[in-house]
């Protein structure tokens, strides 16, 4: 995997991260907020978004595609937020996805239950652009350190791996002498 490729985008007081190559998935049931947030990111400089109105085909959606980056939101009809945020947090397969709760209620107990849900942020709504690139430029850039990291950690492994088995035959080879 090669690292993402990263632009900077000084619109809006400042300079925003973006990671073209990242995939983000937008799940909320409400078509305006997706059109809005998948304007905002192509503005930005996001190539690969993929929305989802039906929660019930979220975590499908979600394994096939494979995002860096979940936007969801909490209240939608037959599948919540909640719901969808704990089934995707008891995927212990998964590095690091960094999930982004979207949310109108601004209530304590709501951010409280959110972040311990596992959520890694929350933005709430209606969405300010600024905030919204930024709070996705670094969870992307965690998400790329993450992968970067177990990456590396992978490589070590399979030399340590590889060393193992030399010394094992070169000894094998010594008490064979």
């Known amino acids: 995997m090669t690292p993402p490729e990263i ?16 995939k983000i998935l937008i799940v909320d049931d409400e078509p305006l907020n997706i059109a809005l947030l998948e304007d905002m990111l192509s503005y930005a400089g996001y190539k690969q ?15 096939e595609f494979g995002p860096d980056l979940v936007l969801l939101d909490l209240m939608m009809p037959y599948v919540d937020g909640f719901a969808i945020l704990e089934a995707l947090r008891s995927d212990g397969d998964e590095l690091f996805l960094p999930v982004i709760v979207l949310t109108a209620d601004a209530n304590e107990g ?12 929350f933005l709430l709504k209606p ?15 965690m998400r790329r350190l993450h992968v970067q990291l177990d990456m590396q950690r992978a ?8 060393k193992s088995l030399e010394l094992r035959e070169a ?3 010594l008490q064979g002498v």
Do not use: W
């Not at 969405?127 to 850039?141: K, P, T, Y």
């Not at 490589?155 to 590889?162: F, I, Q, R």
């Open 171 to 173: 000894t094998s080879q």
């Open 49 to 63: 978004i993929r929305s989802v109105t039906d929660s019930r085909t979220a975590l499908d959606v979600c394994n």
């Open 155 to 162: 490589a070590l492994e399979d030399a340590l791996h590889t």
């Open 110 to 121: 709501t951010k409280r239950n959110t972040l311990r849900a596992g959520a890694t942020d």
């Open 127 to 141: 969405f300010d652009q600024l905030e919204v690139l930024l709070r996705i430029g670094n969870l992307l850039e």
């Open 7 to 22: 632009k900077t985008h000084d619109d809006c007081q400042g300079d925003v991260r973006v990671f073209p190559r990242m």
